[in-house]
């Protein structure tokens, strides 16, 4: 092999030990993308996803038949669920049935041999479920929204977040838009980070009312992009970077560079099948930092 590098690209594939049933099911008929095809992206993928979808409640999209056959989206466990995924009980919600969660990538493969063909974790970790650890803006074209409309609103979003003391960060959605984040340290809890999440919106909405809304009502979004800002509260959650999307195209949730952002890279323009090959190529992941650019989100209240 090569020389030694820092590169992540350097290092072994994980192991994995999970035995797929049915390795050839097709789940995405296209692109011909298989059970073990899924499992193999994944694979590839483990330390860069891990950080992510370990160790949180976990919603899971499930697609037993393929993305064309009928589809559940599953916020708790099941009955006879694989045996690497963990059971965790919500705190707060003791005679809640238990949500699901995962804690390395056998419990990955354990998501992958249970046709999950979306990962959406909460905001908040198992470690301290009040209090989320990331933000996310979900940005909403409505029909004929230009694509560089989209970049300008996740411009404009960065540029808010970082005006209140965060860092920013960007991925397609793998669907029609894009996500702004922001990794928090978890310090203010969920209604704070949901008030503060409405005020960008509320805010993007009210300065450029031709361009965004903040409210979901449908009439009102043709030709204008919905600030979503509603994946951040208790319970809500949104689907991980480089999560696949159980839509045709096999496109994943692909985290970028800010620089990246052009018209050359639309929402579903990674899949399965090319985002190996831009990892191997990346000198750097765009989100590597994500983690270390944690900041507490300052709720206002705390003058004294
Ligand atoms: P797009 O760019 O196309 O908007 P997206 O991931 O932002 O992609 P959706 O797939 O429409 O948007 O999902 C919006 C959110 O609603 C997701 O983040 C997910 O957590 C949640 N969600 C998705 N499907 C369901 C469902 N069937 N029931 C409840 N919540 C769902
Ligand atoms: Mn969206
Ligand atoms: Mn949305």
Redesign the pocket.
Known sequence: KSKTSAAPKAEKPPRRTVRLTHPDRVYWPGEGVTKEGLADYYTEVWRYIAPHIVGRPL?L?RAPSGIDGQ?F?QKHAWKGINAHIVEVQDPAEKDDEPYVAIEDLDGLMGLVQSAVL?I?PWGSTLADWERPDRIIM???PGEGVAWQAVIDAAEETRKRLEAAGLNAFVKT???????VCAPLKPSARWPAVKAFCKGIADAMAKDSPDKYVSTITKSKRRGKILI?YL?NQRG????APYST?ARPGAAV?MPLAWSELSADIG?AYFTVENTPTRLQALAADPWADFRKAAEPLKTGKAKG
């Open positions: 919603a999209l589809t989206f979306e959406h979900d940005l909403d959605s793998g669907g029609k838009g894009l996500h979503d994946r809500m959650t949104a689907v999307r949730s929402p």
